[in-house]
């Protein structure tokens, strides 16, 4: 009997401990609670066997303290691995604690019985000569331990039996049988407690439970659950999945994939696919290969990405095939849009800049005897229209210049917006029509014509003589034409030639020696006087003028446009700033600090300098009254980002500059800026009258002009005068100030202070 017992003692440690190493070597969390879950079961058992085989009584006591003692914390362990294995958190921490605590509290009665046997007594019984301790007389206090305990069976119980309810029928049977085991084991021990019964039976059932507890923890997959789980999961893909076997039979369809064709539930229909798929794709041989292709579903084309693959069994056997199918008409609808709006114009749908360069290159070297035009159109005065009559009007107007060019659709015409108001053709020689294509631009141009202005539509045109010359330049000669043209009409043309390629080799040459003319200080400063009407001289303007070594005298009118287009013209109009200031300050040397210089600030200097921080260093450098100067600026260029020149031009007033509008009516003023504390005077070009001064509704402009300045307290100046008459004129009119040949044309420095110093 003692040796059944010790090899099932051993058996039962045996099993213990191997589930015990197996948590170890696999550690995570809820393996090492199951570890040490089951290190305490190996204390019950072995406590169990030693107080049943203890022939000491009291060694006996001890041996039952450790039995009974070890299943307060054999629950409570349990416990510990039901909170990982299902997910339970206590609402109150200090729960666990205080189970902790009333465990101590019962493991201190149960060694108080040792002495004074207060919770339960020791028997012995014979089965033969072989005897066994057991136990017997409880009392009250070991009560006390048997309800402790079986409430933390009955917690354990309804936490399983909650879980059950909370999880899918799939896995109910991985907490049921941990349940029902533990139950039984209960059971049983029950049995031994409350019968006659002298042996634990329940004991060799402990590896059993440690068995099922390791297999359900760590390795249970329910019956079914992956094929379900992945019948599901492919069920809700966003690509469709097509299956067959080896033999082209069609297996499995899930829904997407009966969607994207049209199929019910008869998916056989699938199976008259395969054969032209593999067809199509070359597959025999190949392990993976991918496509996309478009059909047409419910009346609209979609494009399908289908990856195909073989599947093969363990010993390299083919077994089937499988598709992949994924929807990517968005995803190819916005690559087809993204690249629409990378080489078409927004507003008006045809080509941009870069895709028009790109795609005449390809027509002309794909053609290239075949005589081309390129045709470039500028819309003048649409800054008017969007200003006037809002930027919805302008882009009208420019929607109406495409659909011209849209009329010349064909493989060999080509046609895009190029920026702003410039859009450009390239279309054969031989089938353009200019008197058709003039009298659509000159149709447009009457529509939108008015009183106050006129919209014209100039055209350039340059015949393509190299064709591997770069398109942009084509452009940039048939604007070269444009620039050239006579505005006489509504629609202007004009012609690339070569005299015009002689302009463009003289800008070429200017361009190249600007560097060495600022340099070396070829360029010089003129002085055109400013009179009062008693013929007082109160001050000058300065212009500039280039001494070319090789050219000679250059005027303005053929170097500051260049410069302008070139971006080099804030270079000059620095220098120009310190050489008037140099002037001042040498006027303020010689006493005649009553005489002030105008300067010229053009829209770009505002983007390449900090005209501010400049101007300031300047007058300090040379210790000049800022008031001794004059900024001169253009309408335009407070039109345009205003508030950030605004901002710079109202700090140099603050200072002490003078702010003067250039030109003012030959634009379109806005009184909100005359009404503005920016502005100290303003220049009447008298030559807006266009040598009809005597235009009675021109002399109102001038009268209002005169009115509108003193009620406001500008001052007036009158520049462009050149004759008798018109200086008799405009005086009788109430103008003061003026500037024109009539007084002086401009002068060089030496000759100016000669004259009137």
């Not at 069920?235 to 469709?240: A, K, L």
């Not at 009516?665 to 008298?686: A, C, E, H, T, W």
Request: glycine share 6%; with cysteine; hydrophobic share 45%.
């Amino acid at each position: 009997m003692i040796i059944v017992l010790f090899i099932i003692w051993i058996l039962i440690l045996i099993g213990l401990l191997s589930c015990i190493y197996r948590c170890k070597y696999i550690n995570t969390d809820i393996s090492n609670s199951i570890g040490k879950l089951l290190k305490t079961s190996v204390v019950t058992v072995c406590g169990y066997v030693l107080f049943l085989n203890a022939y000491n009584k009291n060694a006996g006591y001890l041996f039952a303290v450790l039995y009974c003692g070890s299943i307060d914390w054999l629950m409570l362990f349990f416990l510990r691995f039901l909170k990982i294995y299902t997910d339970f958190t206590y609402s109150h921490k200090k729960i666990k604690w205080i189970m902790y605590f009333i465990a101590m509290l019962d493991d201190i009665n149960l060694l108080l019985n040792v002495k004074f046997k207060t919770a339960f007594s020791i028997g012995r019984i014979y089965y033969g000569k072989t005897g066994f301790n057991y136990l017997c007389n409880f009392r009250p206090l070991f009560y006390l331990h048997l309800a402790f305990i079986y409430l933390l069976i009955a917690f354990v119980i309804l936490l399983l039996i909650k879980k059950m309810r909370e999880v899918p029928q799939f896995y109910r049977k991985k907490y049921g049988v941990v349940l029902f085991t533990l139950a039984f084991v209960i059971v049983l021990n029950s049995m031994y407690i409350y019968s006659a019964i002298a042996v634990d039976i329940s004991i060799p059932l402990y590896v059993l439970e440690a068995f099922l507890i390791s297999y359900y923890a760590l390795n249970f997959m329910p019956e079914g659950l992956v094929e379900k789980t992945l019948s599901l999961v492919v069920d809700d893909m966003n690509s469709g999945i097509i299956c067959f076997d080896f033999q082209g039979k069609c297996i499995y369809a899930n829904q997407l994939a009966r969607d994207l064709f049209e199929v019910q539930d008869d998916i056989r229909i699938f199976e008259k696919y395969l054969p032209i798929w593999l067809e199509r794709r070359h597959m025999d041989g190949e392990e993976a290969s991918v496509w996309t292709e478009g059909h047409i579903y419910k009346d609209e084309e979609i494009y399908t990405k289908a990856e195909f693959k073989k599947i093969y069994d363990d010993k390299d056997m083919l077994i089937g095939y499988y598709f992949c199918m994924s929807d990517r008409t968005n995803e190819i609808e916005k690559y087809k849009s993204a690249i629409y709006r990378a080489t078409h114009d927004n507003l008006t749908g045809i080509y941009t800049r870069e895709k028009f360069y790109d795609r005449v290159n390809e027509v002309i070297h794909m053609n290239p005897d075949i005589r081309r035009l390129i045709i470039c159109t500028k819309i003048n005065n649409i800054q008017m229209i969007n200003d006037l009559f809002g930027i919805e009007m302008g882009d009208e107007v420019l929607k109406q210049q495409a659909e011209i060019l849209k009329e010349k659709a064909g493989t060999e015409y080509v046609y895009g917006r190029l920026i702003g108001d410039k859009f450009a053709m390239c279309v054969p020689k031989e089938l353009f029509d200019i008197d058709s294509f003039v009298q659509k631009n000159a149709k447009i141009s009457r529509h939108y014509h008015n009183k106050l202005f006129g919209v014209c539509i100039n055209i350039g045109i340059y015949e393509v003589n190299d064709v591997d010359e770069p398109v942009s330049e084509m452009c940039d000669k048939a604007y070269i034409a444009i620039e050239n043209v006579e505005e006489n009409s509504e629609c202007n043309v004009a012609y690339f030639d070569n005299d015009m390629m002689d302009e463009i080799s003289f800008e070429k040459e200017l361009i190249k020696d600007f560097d060495t003319a600022l340099n070396e200080r070829q360029f010089k400063i003129n002085l055109q006087p400013r009179v009062s009407k008693s013929g007082r001289i109160h001050g000058a303007e300065v212009l500039v003028r280039w001494e070319h070594p090789k050219k000679g005298l250059i005027m303005p009118g053929r170097f500051i446009s260049i410069f302008e287009k070139k971006g080099l013209i804030y270079q000059l109009d620095g220098w120009v700033w310190e050489q008037a200031i140099i002037q001042l300050k040498r006027w303020k040397d010689m006493g005649k600090e009553n005489l002030y210089l105008s300067i010229n600030i053009s829209a770009k200097d505002f983007f390449y300098l900090d005209v501010y921080k400049i101007l300031t260093g300047l007058v300090n450098k040379y210790e000049v009254d800022p008031s001794r100067l004059r900024l001169e600026i253009t309408e335009n260029v407070l039109m345009t980002e205003t508030k950030t020149k605004l901002n710079v031009l109202s700090a140099l007033r603050k200072i002490g500059f003078k702010i003067e509008v250039d030109d003012f009516g030959g634009g379109y003023s806005s009184l909100n800026m005359l009404n503005s504390n920016l502005i100290d005077n303003i220049k009447f070009d008298i030559r807006l009258f266009n040598d009809n001064i005597n235009d009675e509704k021109k002399l109102a402009v001038l009268d209002a002009t005169v009115l509108l300045t003193e009620k406001i307290g500008k001052g007036l100046l009158v520049e462009g005068v050149e004759k008798e008459e018109e200086a008799n004129l405009i005086i009788r009119h109430g103008c003061e100030m003026f500037q024109g040949f009539y007084f002086s044309k401009p002068l060089s420095v030496d000759t100016f202070e000669k004259k009137f110093l």
